[in-house]
Structure formats: structure tokens, C-alpha cells
């Protein structure tokens, strides 16, 4: 959340330091501050960085304000939409890190994970030259009868539709029917045009999806605590 709102950076794994805009702060608060100031802060920092829309003029609502209005489980859940888009941030930066290889088998292993092939045996990495921008083939069947097909691609702009168009071609050269083409930034809407025309043949999974994917199927990210939430059994006091 820190990094989010810009008081702190990340220029290497492991290796956190404050920036100016954090140094600012800590002078403001050199004996600390309580959580709801804490809060305010935060979304200070994220509306001047990111320039988050909270409302305009003298009728803009405090955030401390609007956090007590909500109910305790809109809090929560508000609460873990901000950290989701935090851990999902942090994983395309370490992806963006990580060697190329690295990538494609943690595309590989996602793809294992969403139920494609029946073990890891039937993941296979190609990614190297002359494979006609095919990156991995997971099996369907112990056969390898049915195959998919994944491109990885961590690029900065977005991808555009001759490199789907590309993908889709070498499809056949793998004799392959389905493909998944997966890249860490976003696809142009003339890429998804093309694909929804091959629909049958081409799913895109763009950074928000695949980030998306992997917290939901554990995948490069760990759940590190469970959370009771407890409500009245009515039940249990209508009951004869």
C-alpha cells in the first residue's frame, strides 16, 4: 500500500527504500501515526500518484469519513481489493525481473494449475529460435493427441493483432488447434477483434488477467492467513 501511494520503491527484489514524497512523510510524522491517519494518507498519496478520482471541490468526502459509513463486511472487502491490486502490481514487477525463461514456465505452471495436462509431464517448453513464436505446449491427453499451444510475451506496449495474427498461423505448424497467447501489459483492441473472430482457437490473457489467475490458483503467491468472520446462527434461535 506504501508503494502504491509512492512513499516507498522496490528497485531490486528484497531491497525496499523510501522515496521523497516518504521522506516528506516521515518528517510530517516523526512519532508516527494512528491507523485512521494512516489511511488518509494512503489515499492521499495514491490520488496524487495515480490520480485517483475521490471527488472534487469542498463537498469531497474525507476518507477517514467515508470508511466509517461503510459496513464492516464493505470494509473488509475493500480492504482486500487493496490488496490484491498491491500483490497483483508487485507480481508483474518481479515477473518483469525475472529471466524470460523464467516467465514462460510460470506460464506453463498456471496453465497446470487452471487443469490443463494431467501432470507436469505434459508441460513442454519450446520457447528458442525457429519455434515460430510458440513458447510451450501442454497436452491434453496422454497421448498428445490435443495439444495447446501458449505464447509469453512480457512486453512494455501493448500487443498488437500481427503478432496474434502470427500466433494463430503457428498453430498449424504445430499442428496444434487451441492456443493461449499471455502477456504482462494489454492487447490492442484490433488484436481483440482478431481473436474474437478465432474464438474457438485463440484465448488472450492480458497482465490484469493473469495476475488475476495466479492469487486466485496460488500461483507465485501464498494466502498466509485465513480470517473467521463470525454471524448469528438464526437457526440455531428459530429452532422448536
Given at each position: 500500500?506504501?508503494?502504491?501511494?509512492?512513499?516507498?520503491?522496490?528497485?531490486?527484489?528484497?531491497?525496499?527504500?523510501?522515496?521523497?514524497?516518504?521522506?516528506?512523510?516521515?518528517?510530517?510524522?516523526?512519532?508516527?501515526?494512528?491507523?485512521?491517519?494512516?489511511?488518509?494518507?494512503?489515499?492521499?498519496?495514491?490520488?496524487?500518484?495515480?490520480?485517483?478520482?475521490?471527488?472534487?471541490?469542498?463537498?469531497?468526502?474525507?476518507?477517514?469519513?467515508?470508511?466509517?459509513?461503510?459496513?464492516?463486511?464493505?470494509?473488509?472487502?475493500?480492504?482486500?481489493?487493496?490488496?490484491?491490486?498491491?500483490?497483483?502490481?508487485?507480481?508483474l514487477?518481479?515477473?518483469?525481473?525475472?529471466?524470460?525463461?523464467?516467465?514462460?514456465?510460470?506460464v506453463?505452471?498456471?496453465?497446470?494449475?487452471?487443469?490443463?495436462?494431467?501432470?507436469?509431464?505434459?508441460?513442454?517448453?519450446?520457447?528458442?529460435?525457429?519455434?515460430?513464436?510458440?513458447?510451450?505446449?501442454?497436452?491434453?491427453?496422454?497421448?498428445?493427441?490435443e495439444?495447446?499451444?501458449?505464447?509469453?510475451?512480457?512486453?512494455?506496449?501493448?500487443?498488437?493483432?500481427?503478432?496474434?495474427?502470427?500466433?494463430?498461423?503457428?498453430?498449424?505448424?504445430?499442428?496444434?488447434?487451441?492456443?493461449?497467447?499471455?502477456?504482462?501489459?494489454?492487447?490492442?483492441?484490433?488484436?481483440?477483434?482478431?481473436?474474437?473472430?478465432?474464438?474457438?482457437?485463440?484465448?488472450?490473457?492480458?497482465g490484469?488477467?493473469?495476475?488475476?489467475?495466479?492469487?486466485?490458483?496460488?500461483?507465485?503467491?501464498s494466502?498466509?492467513?485465513?480470517?473467521?468472520?463470525?454471524?448469528?446462527?438464526?437457526?440455531?434461535?428459530?429452532g422448536?
Amino acid at each position: 500500500m506504501l508503494k502504491a501511494a509512492g512513499y516507498v520503491d522496490n528497485p531490486t527484489p528484497g531491497i525496499w527504500r523510501s522515496t521523497d514524497r516518504g521522506r516528506e512523510l516521515l518528517a510530517r510524522y516523526p512519532d508516527g501515526f494512528d491507523e485512521e491517519t494512516g489511511r488518509r494518507v494512503i489515499r492521499e498519496g495514491r490520488r496524487e500518484t495515480q490520480g485517483e478520482d475521490v471527488g472534487g471541490g469542498d463537498e469531497a468526502a474525507d476518507p477517514g469519513e467515508a470508511v466509517v459509513q461503510q459496513t464492516p463486511d464493505e470494509r473488509i472487502d475493500s480492504a482486500l481489493e487493496e490488496i490484491r491490486r498491491a500483490v497483483a502490481g508487485e507480481l508483474l514487477e518481479k515477473i518483469a525481473q525475472a529471466p524470460s525463461v523464467f516467465f514462460e514456465e510460470l506460464v506453463l505452471h498456471l496453465l497446470h494449475a487452471l487443469g490443463y495436462g494431467a501432470s507436469d509431464d505434459d508441460l513442454e517448453r519450446v520457447g528458442q529460435a525457429g519455434d515460430g513464436g510458440i513458447d510451450g505446449v501442454i497436452s491434453l491427453d496422454k497421448l498428445g493427441f490435443e495439444r495447446v499451444c501458449i505464447q509469453a510475451k512480457r512486453w512494455q506496449g501493448s500487443v498488437g493483432r500481427p503478432e496474434v495474427q502470427g500466433f494463430y498461423g503457428a498453430l498449424a505448424g504445430r499442428r496444434a488447434r487451441k492456443g493461449v497467447f499471455i502477456t504482462t501489459s494489454t492487447f490492442t483492441r484490433e488484436a481483440r477483434e482478431f481473436a474474437s473472430q478465432v474464438a474457438d482457437s485463440i484465448v488472450l490473457i492480458d497482465g490484469v488477467r493473469l495476475t488475476s489467475l495466479m492469487i486466485e490458483h496460488g500461483v507465485g503467491v501464498s494466502h498466509y492467513r485465513v480470517v473467521r468472520l463470525p454471524r448469528v446462527d438464526e437457526d440455531y434461535f428459530d429452532g422448536d
